[in-house]
């Protein structure tokens, strides 16, 4: 129960933060890009054996268990998107 509340309670911080950084979004020209554009994973490497695919602009695994990793480094960055999950799922962002 205490794990369920945990999840619960991640979940709707992010949300809140997900939705306060959406609104203050920088303009592409001020030093920003996007790590994800929604149609290719060339920038990641694949760590485990999960079967990551690409479908409308979204990645996802149904199968097998593992990571996403960006192939560069970043410092002073804020990352911003969102994360869908059934109830027994024990995965996020991280």
Do not use: H
């Amino acid at each position: 129960m205490k794990r369920l509340f945990a999840i619960a309670a991640a979940v709707l911080f992010g949300y809140k933060l997900y939705d306060r950084v959406r609104r203050k979004a920088p303009a592409a020209d001020a030093g920003w890009f996007t790590l994800f554009d929604g149609t290719s994973l060339v920038d990641w490497e694949q760590e485990g054996n999960a079967n990551w695919t690409l479908g409308n602009g979204v990645v996802q695994a149904d199968t097998g268990s593992g990571y996403l990793v960006s192939r560069n480094a970043y410092v002073n960055f804020e990352l911003r998107g969102e994360f869908w999950a059934e109830e027994n799922t024990n995965s996020g962002i991280l």
